[in-house]
């Protein structure tokens, strides 16, 4: 019964770009719990909404692709910033990030040394900020998202950057990346992962080759409601670590805090 919801997921405006591997995992839970194809279908849209038509239903990706076409004619630094400013501003979860662009990513790679391979999962906008990353650009930038239209955009903008990398459709909870790397990114992700799959978290925490790893929180609801979610999302952290058996270091902000600590590469 599944192939036909996942059919039928695929057709939907809403979903038809979302990765064709999440939609069949969440078919399959769906349809595991709901013998009638009609509650099944309903709970799996629910589940996306949560996962993934929450975070893109909004979004203007014409907006993005405009960004794209204004790139190659920026001929200043400060100009391809702006483009890419206004790439991030598409989203409320990459604009609370902009204040902190350049003090975040200059904590973050003092602490793990200048990168040769970076792996950025359920990337959402993310790459659009490597004109703050200040990585050389034969650094090998590897994205992963789950809307196919996000990984088209993301590499466009990687070939215009001249950034060496890639962009990937795919789910990292079917398929966690293979790749070796220098530091992973897993910004504002664990919580969606969580609500998906019980230890959604740990297994891919534990599948993640890297020398180092960082994870981060948002400390506010994009309502911006504080609801307890620092001392939470630490608790959580925590026991994350607890199990991975290592320390982190904590790089606090006033609307993210970042963990830093060594992968299982």
């Not at 790679?109 to 993310?126: E, H, I, K, M, Y």
């Not at 999302?233 to 006033?254: E, I």
Request: aromatic share 8%; with cysteine.
């Amino acid at each position: 019964m599944h192939d036909k919801l996942v059919q039928s997921l695929k057709r939907s405006r809403k979903y038809r770009y979302c990765c064709e591997d999440t939609l069949t995992r969440l078919a399959e839970w769906a349809t595991a719990r709901h013998a009638n194809p009609k509650k099944a279908e309903k709970a799996a849209k629910r589940k996306l909404h949560q996962v993934y038509a929450a975070y893109f239903e909004k979004v203007d990706l014409r907006r993005v692709e405009r960004a794209l076409d204004l790139l190659p004619e920026c001929t200043r630094p400060e100009a391809a910033q702006e483009v890419c400013l206004d790439v991030l501003r598409c989203h409320a979860s990459t604009a609370e990030r902009i204040p902190i662009l350049s003090v975040a990513y200059a904590a973050i790679f003092d602490r793990t040394g200048t990168p040769q391979s970076v792996l950025d999962l359920a990337c959402g906008f993310n790459p659009f900020a490597l004109p703050w990353m200040g990585l050389p650009r034969d650094t090998r930038y590897v994205a992963l998202d789950i809307d196919s239209r996000l990984a088209a955009a993301t590499n466009r903008f990687l070939s215009i950057w001249g950034q060496a990398g890639t962009a990937f459709c795919a789910d990292v909870l079917l398929l966690p990346p293979q790749e070796a790397v220098d530091v992973a990114l897993l910004l504002k992700t664990l919580p969606c992962l969580e609500q998906q799959e019980p230890d959604a978290a740990i297994r891919l925490l534990q599948h993640i080759r890297a020398r180092h790893v960082v994870v981060s929180f948002p400390t506010r609801s994009l309502s911006g409601k504080a609801k307890g979610m620092s001392r939470r999302y630490d608790a959580l952290m925590r026991t994350l670590l607890g199990q991975l058996g290592v320390s982190a270091t904590v790089l606090p902000h006033a609307l993210e805090t970042f963990y830093v600590f060594p992968g299982a590469r």
